[in-house]
DNA sequence: GGTAAAATCGAAAACGTTTTCGATGAAAAA
DNA sequence: TTTTTCATCGAAAACGTTTTCGATTTTACC
């Protein structure tokens, strides 16, 4: 009960294994009637090529390493589906990796692939990332590499992005316009390029429209939890209660904000209007129903995926590629947080 | 800018490729100092061996596939990180595919990760699923196979799993010592053992409790998702305003009824209890907090690797394999929605 | 019939590793 | 010195495919 070969159908055709492979690639020169009979006898044999032995030979695995800071994360998981939809669609298949927001697991993992031999690596960077030498090690081993939304300015890879301080403003300003007067921020770890640029978004907004800037209002996420965000929110109101508005990193937390203000009777959105990111499941679902930023993730994973396809397609033909980064579109879901 | 590999280490030493291969792997015929000198050069050079030609040679890729109905899913995710991050820990990597509840989908991506030769595959079958030939081919092809939570039964594999009748007998058993006198099920659909199993268990608690059956009180899901918990709530209420208890198929749907009855001014639990499953994360932050039966959906993914681990392993050693069934343990998660 | 062109085929190298088994030389025993 | 043992090494096959390039056969043409 051994697995077909290409010997063995050759064998018993009499045949050669060159003109069984060429027959089943549908080379040019296989006569008909040959071609015919290699792919009855394959086909009833159920042969399918060794793909050990084919990645040896082509050197590429028609497999894509991904690696994210969690799996179990909304936003990220719909980025895995965006990918993997798009991989199978084009043939390549997706290992995926968790860095857990860990640096020392990203690098291992990193390693993991490239010895893996992988044809192209996806990356979301884990909060802890400040290094990039792992990073570097992609590029000049040249496997086409892709970033997104967590990302490394310093690494000239090809991006995938939202303009986060484009879309941080965007927020602020939703709450300046709703009346808000003291906004507080309840801002991402400090490493992370997007929790930098949504930091600047709200100060920007904040300058744009004359509401001095007061760095304790200020408050920043270690790990980006529910808890946090029921902490923070029992910290800013004791400390600043005339605080009317907060823009907070991100909907995991905000959700956790609008618990603590639930268990303590705050009115939202009356007495403090609460506005999230990225648009989680969950943030139309609680009570009130979270106003907050969407972002395309399914998309996101689907552009990520075809600027490595197309690194990776350039690279068999030897051309040259240039790395580029795609900025997509966001917008404001106003929901009862902010009415 | 080539690749290292053993004919350059050896060319360079004036040793054999053999040589260099025994002593990077310790071989006890290689003499100190020749190790010694293979280790330095191998290191220096940064040779990694070409994964490629190792799963050639070897006949096995250190990778294993996982296909699952849903990846943007609290349940599944959860399953995904425990399994991934067993399989790292043992030096395994994992190529995940997602059937999207196809049927159609799942036979294909079957069939992907049998041509790719994957050391073993772990699968979560699609609703849709009522055929097993897929299912038989692997176990015919002797490929190590678990499958968990949503299984058949039929197929003799490895499987982990909760006791579904036992848990969902449970959920609805706490729904009648709350008072809840005629209790409603939304069930998942018709084909999935689980949603089976959790119906058996809904009528088993009833008899239990000399509660009568009445069929009409069963909404059966099709596509599991939080517009149909809206819905099966509100033709619920306008058929049995008497209802006062519900037991749902999943959170996800729970949360769907919740919103459904805020909307209605419907009070939970005064007038009516509800209780899901799977305990998502969503359910301990919405109002009113959701009661449902906890699943250790990690560890889950942590067994379910482990056992096809166990398989991996006993076919390398050319030993017999009796698949495994196991049952992990649930609880009630009470709530402020059947308090 | 002879030659040129076209169609069809296969030998062999290559991808890089692992492992078996025999060869060589040196040290130990006789 | 001869024989035996032990330590160290390498040739070569094998894994299964792809592809180049030359060889052979068939067809077409004069």
């Not at 090529?49 to 969690?70: D, H, M, Q, W, Y």
């Not at 490239?114 to 192209?120: A, E, P, Q, S, Y």
């Not at 429209?209 to 270690?222: A, G, H």
Request: hydrophobic letters at 40%; one cysteine or more; a neutral charge.
């Amino acid at each position: 009960m051994k697995e077909t070969t290409l010997k063995q159908i050759a064998e018993t055709l009499g045949i050669s294994i060159t003109t069984v492979s060429k027959a089943l690639k549908n080379y040019s020169d296989v006569s008909p009637k040959t071609k015919q009979a290699v792919l009855d006898l394959a086909h009833s044999l159920q042969y399918t090529p060794n793909s050990f032995a084919v990645n040896l030979r082509t050197k590429e695995s028609k497999t894509i390493g991904l690696i994210i800071p969690e799996v179990v994360h909304h936003f990220f998981s719909s980025v895995i589906n965006g990918i993997i939809a798009e991989a199978e669609q084009h043939g390549y298949l997706v290992i995926i990796l968790q860095s857990n927001e860990s640096l020392e697991l990203e690098k291992k993992q990193v390693a993991l692939l490239l010895n893996k031999r992988v044809d192209g690596i996806i990356i979301s960077l884990s909060n802890e990332s400040n290094h990039d030498a792992h990073l570097k090690e992609i590029l000049q081993r040249e496997i086409p590499f892709v970033q997104f939304d967590k990302i490394s300015k310093l690494i000239p890879s090809s991006k995938v992005l939202i303009n986060d301080q484009k879309a941080a403003f965007e927020a602020v300003e939703h709450l300046i316009l709703k009346g808000c007067k003291k906004i507080a921020h309840i801002r991402g770890p400090v490493n992370p390029q997007n929790a930098i640029d949504r930091f600047i978004g709200y100060k920007k907004a904040l300058e744009q429209y004359n509401i001095p800037f007061d760095s304790r209002l200020v408050y920043t996420c270690k790990n980006v939890t529910f808890e946090e965000g029921k902490m923070f929110a029992k910290e800013m109101v004791s400390q600043h209660p005339d605080v009317d508005g907060v823009f907070v990193i991100t909907d995991l937390v905000a959700v956790g904000v609008l618990a603590y203000f639930n268990e303590v009777q705050i009115q939202v959105p009356q007495q403090i209007k609460v506005i999230g990111f990225s648009n989680w499941f969950m943030s139309q679902v609680i009570t009130p129903k979270l106003s907050t930023v969407d972002q395309p993730s399914y998309e996101m994973g689907v552009t990520a995926f075809n600027l490595l396809l197309q690194e990776i397609q350039s690279k068999k033909d030897s051309q040259s590629f240039e790395p580029q980064v795609i900025e997509l579109n966001t917008k404001i879901i106003e929901r009862e947080s902010t009415l």
